[in-house]
């Protein structure tokens, strides 16, 4: 069959090709196609026996899809060669298609990573991934289309500037289980983080900030990173905007934040103080003690001092 008469077989069947996703790495390259109806995978496994169909033609790959139409479809391992064969084939094939290039890199060697690349940045394409802990290696970097990254993943991040997340996966709770890490983290992560929840998400913040001591005002929440050791971005910024969360981290000493983490640092403290309250009064069964006494006026002194500081967050 021609390929033009491959079009029409497609057309008629209402295919409407959107993209193309090509994963490159050393186990399980594969081909995705995106249409309108249904997202047939091509993969192709490294094997023993390496006999196999050569996959050098596209007409070699049409035909073997056409024979296994109904199962899934494993084809010998192609080489970087064989693969860039048959992008150009299908970008022949199909009119102008969405291309994108996801690189497996922890399946990739150093040399072999970057030989994918330089081949791929020659290329036509709309968007490039790079999958693994090397993605989140970079002191700035966006990923558009960022669904394959887990959010234990973004522990990974150490003294970023600027990170771009757009499609995620992610909701309100993995949100909040990363600003939990950032708090509790030995080491500054980024300056700021922009993230896209996964579509349809409605953006709850007491989910997001839960557990959390926080200070609002009209469009921002702030925070304080608990572990501060060793540590100079420790005050939390964060806006809400749709469907996503922009979040800053500041070093109050030296960039406009001081107020902020003074107020923050009080009603740590007052906060602290109830706790003890709390503890003594359970540990007395509600009796009068030195303690209680000493703590009731440590908690005066400290709402006094928060009252004449605050005069623009909501505690």
């Not at 080489?79 to 048959?86: A, K």
């Not at 003294?159 to 990363?178: A, I, M, R």
């Amino acid at each position: 069959m021609s390929d033009f008469k491959m079009e029409l077989l497609l057309q008629n069947q209402k295919y409407n090709v959107r993209a193309i996703h090509f994963e490159l790495g050393n186990i399980n390259p594969g081909i995705h196609i995106n249409t309108t109806n249904e997202c047939p995978s091509v993969s192709f496994e490294e094997t023993e026996n390496n006999n196999g169909i050569q996959l050098t033609k596209l007409v070699q790959l049409r035909n073997r899809y056409q024979k296994e139409n109904e199962e899934e479809l494993c084809l010998t391992h192609v080489s970087l060669e064989e693969m860039f064969r048959i992008y150009s084939n299908l970008t022949l094939l199909f009119s102008s298609p969405g291309i994108n290039w996801i690189l497996l890199f922890s399946e990739l060697e150093l040399d072999a990573f970057w030989e994918y690349t330089e081949r791929i940045l020659k290329t036509e394409f709309n968007g490039f991934t790079v999958c693994g802990e090397i993605a989140l290696k970079f002191r700035s970097f966006e990923y558009k289309d960022a669904r394959w990254l887990k959010i234990e993943d973004l522990f990974n991040i150490r003294n970023s500037y600027s990170v771009e997340l757009g499609t995620t996966n992610f909701d309100c709770s993995d949100v909040n289980q990363f600003l939990h890490y950032w708090s509790d983290c030995d080491k500054d992560m980024m300056e700021q983080i922009n993230i896209n929840l996964r579509e349809g998400t409605q953006i709850d913040m007491q989910e997001i900030l839960k557990n959390f001591i926080t200070i609002s005002d009209s469009y921002r929440c702030f925070i304080k990173a608990r572990n501060m050791r060793h540590r100079k971005y420790i005050v939390g910024e964060l806006e809400f905007i749709e469907n996503e969360i922009r979040f800053s981290a500041w070093d109050p000493f030296k960039e406009d934040r001081l107020y902020q983490y003074l107020v923050l640092k009080l009603v740590y403290q007052k906060r602290d103080c109830e706790k003890k309250i709390r503890e003594n009064e359970k540990k007395c069964r509600g009796l009068p003690s030195a303690d209680k006494t000493k703590f009731q006026l440590e908690l005066e002194e400290l709402e006094r001092k928060l009252t004449v500081l605050n005069r623009d967050f909501v505690v």
